[in-house]
Every structure is written in C-alpha cells, then in structure tokens.
C-alpha cells in the first residue's frame, strides 16, 4: 500500500481531513485555485470535473460559484467524499466511473470539462486515449470549454509534487506536462483550439489554470 492511504486509514476521516488541508496547501493553495477556475466558467454552466477525488477542491469552487452544477466522478471507489453538505444538492457524485464510460453511457452533456491535476497522472503513451472522449463531447457540445489545471515542471515545489506522487501517493507512472507540451497535445488531439491563461500561475505558481474552446 502506497504511504498516502495508510496514513489516511490510520488517522481515521476527521483527522485525515486535517492533515489532508495541511499536505495539500504545501503544493497548492486551493483559494487561489478556485478564484481562477472560476474565471474561466461561465456562468450558470454544467461543469463536469473528472477525476474528482476528495471534493475538497469543490468547496471552495462552489463557495464562489453558487451558480453551478457538478458532477464530478473519478475511477476510484469513493469521490467528494470531503464536499461540505451545504453543497451537496449541487454536486452529483459518480464513484468507480471513467470519462469514457460517462461518455459512452450518453449522460447528460456538460458545458465545461474540468481535468485538475489529472494529466499528469495518466502515462503520456494513454493520453490521447484519454483525450478522445474529450473530443467526443467536443462534437456534441461544439460551445464546450476545456479547463486544464496542472504543475508546470522546473522549480522545487514541482518536483516536491512529483516525488510526492510518486512515493506518498504510490503513482510510478506520474509524467509532468508544461503548459506549452499541454497546448499541443491539446491541438494534436482535438484539432485547432483558442486558448485562455488564467492568473493561477502568477499567483500560484508552478501551478496553472488553462481554458480551451473553439
């Protein structure tokens, strides 16, 4: 078992949840996230966040952004198991499903595909595979906006993460993507794309926020 989930069973949930806000904030500040996400959502949109994990992150998206609707799903047994209640009519929980199947399953389209420190964990040789459900979604949604959140490589609270990832979360396979190898995979896979920086990285960084459309 990786470091990460013995720790967490060990503390039990209220403490983990604890340490889990303290751990988080070394990589990333969540506040700061969520301001710049919810710059780049319109307003009133459908938002599907994929590979939702704890929820966490959402707490503090929806504390901006009561007009939204998620439905956040990640492959693992449990997801937004850490959504704070006063959320939770706003937020359909979809645990042990892919974007492919939520794609293949003709599930409600959404008007923006929220992909938050995800990439990076999919090797490089699976990502246009993971991607081309992305583009399915693209077809039936032509107004879709992609929003990309992920670490740019190169300083030393990148690499943190990446050992992080490695050691604590047990993920062997975890591949950093720069913004600039994000933008052509994007193009690559999805044809030609506009593209918007947030402000996460002048606030955050190495963290950053990208929105693609057509």
């Known amino acids: 078992m990786a470091v990460g989930p013995a720790i967490r069973r060990l503390l039990g949930p209220r403490q983990a949840r604890r340490a889990g806000r303290w751990y988080r904030g070394i990589f990333v500040d969540l506040s700061k996230e969520a301001a710049a996400l919810a710059s780049a959502i319109p307003r009133g949109a459908h938002l599907l966040d994929v590979g939702g994990g704890d929820g966490e992150p959402l707490n503090h998206l929806l504390a901006l952004r009561a007009d939204l609707r998620i439905t956040t799903l990640d492959t693992g047994p449990v997801v937004g198991q850490w959504l704070e209640s006063r959320f939770a009519a706003q937020v359909a929980r ?31 040789c699976s990502r246009p595979a993971f991607l081309h459900s992305v583009a399915v ?25 990446y050992w992080s990832d490695r050691y604590v979360t047990g993920d062997r396979q975890v591949s950093p993507i720069s913004r600039e190898r994000l933008g052509r995979l994007l193009v690559d896979t999805l044809g030609p794309l ?21």
Do not use: C
Not at 195 to 200: I, S, Y
């Open 94 to 124: 979809l645990p042990g499903m892919s974007l492919a199947e939520y794609v293949a399953q003709r599930r409600p389209d959404p008007d923006v595909v929220l992909i938050a420190d995800v990439l990076h964990h999919v090797p490089e």
């Open 137 to 161: 979604l693209l077809e039936r949604v032509p107004a879709l906006r992609i929003v990309v959140k992920d670490v740019e490589p190169g300083s030393w609270r990148a690499l943190l993460g």
């Open 194 to 214: 506009r593209h918007e920086h947030t402000n996460l990285f002048d606030v955050d960084r190495p963290n950053y926020a990208v929105a693609f459309y057509r």
